[in-house]
């Protein structure tokens, strides 16, 4: 794993998210650990999987898969067009972030696969 050059005494502040790095980066390879962790996406995707009344993960995963189709990611996940903009204002107000922002959206579909890749979440069924 490598890192950007810090100073000997940040190092133990950086151990919790060289350890993160490690558990989501592929196994028998050289790997980067920036950009691998972002504690303001990952709280993000920490709000949305603990948001009980409705799949907050799967509905952003396929909101952001399909570039913010609406049509598409309503069909995609068997909800109407409607259900799907509720949901998406949900997580909206939950994270505190505009999913249309492609900053966010990309930072957040980087946590997505990133807490996926770890095995923390269940891998979508469909094309990615």
């Given amino acids: 794993m490598l890192s950007s050059p810090m100073l000997l005494s940040e190092v133990p502040g950086s151990v919790d998210d060289l350890h993160r790095a490690c558990q989501i980066a592929p196994v028998g390879r050289l790997s980067s650990s920036q950009g691998l ?17 409705a799949d907050l993960v799967g509905t952003v995963r396929s909101y952001l898969r399909q570039r913010g189709k ?10 109407h067009r409607n259900s799907l903009r509720h949901r998406i204002s949900i997580a909206t107000k939950l994270i505190a972030a505009d999913p249309d922002d492609p900053d966010v959206s990309a930072e957040l579909w980087l946590a997505l696969r990133g807490v996926e890749a770890a095995g923390l979440l269940r891998a979508p069924s469909g094309p990615s």
């Fill in 70 to 79: 609406w049509e598409a990611a309503a069909r995609e996940l068997g909800l």
């Fill in 37 to 53: 962790y972002d504690s303001k996406a990952a709280g993000w995707v920490a709000s949305l999987i603990h948001y009980r009344r």
